[in-house]
């Protein structure tokens, strides 16, 4: 069971799920539909839940404002299953969120590449790609797409496998 906190959005974020879907033929079962929860970016992830220090993260942030972000191109992590996803343009606050959550909770809890200087900010689209599959989604990751921008308007708190919601925050 993992834990995290997550900048999610409300949004149809259409051209998002349109990604979502072609990146999925490269995965022998789609991962991101299933999931059942909207997009979304993972400021933190731990593998034990510091549950009242969560919670009083989420907190912390219902008075920051919607974040808006413009995605322009594709990433990829190249891990055994690679991830594929969508890198936002260079966003102080999004930096200063990231950092927030580690000031209520101790970085040395988290996940080593959620860690504040090692965090990559993404919007996964692909997580379980098989490394047979990697010069396509290479190919497909050099692919130009239109940009398109995300209003992220609330945090949360949750746990997986499967989602579950463990605390939703309105920015």
């Known amino acids: 069971m993992m834990f995290g ?5 409300a949004s149809d974020a259409r051209p998002f ?8 033929a490269f995965e022998s079962s789609p991962s991101i539909r299933p999931l059942g929860y909207p997009p979304h970016i ?11 220090l969560l919670i009083g993260a989420g907190r912390a942030f219902q008075r920051e404002a919607p974040l808006s972000l413009t995605f322009d191109r594709i990433g990829m992590f190249d891990t055994d299953p690679i991830v594929l996803w969508l890198a ?3 966003d102080q606050r999004l930096i200063d969120l ?3 959550a580690h000031e209520i909770v101790d ?3 988290c996940d080593p590449h959620y860690r504040p200087q090692q ?22 990751a050099a692919q ?28």
């Open 98 to 100: 990231h950092a927030k």
């Open 107 to 109: 970085p040395a809890l």
């Open 144 to 171: 130009p797409f239109e940009p398109f921008g995300i209003t992220f308007d609330a945090i949360e708190c949750v746990a997986w496998p499967p989602v579950r919601i463990l605390g939703t925050f309105r920015l």
């Open 5 to 9: 906190i997550t900048l999610r959005t």
């Open 88 to 90: 936002p343009r260079w």
């Open 42 to 52: 993972t400021l933190t992830r731990y593998s034990k839940r510091p549950s009242h």
């Open 17 to 24: 799920w349109q990604l979502v879907d072609r990146a999925s």
């Open 119 to 140: 965090w990559t900010p993404h919007l996964s689209i692909a997580v379980s790609v098989a490394t047979a599959q990697r010069s396509q989604a290479l190919a497909f």
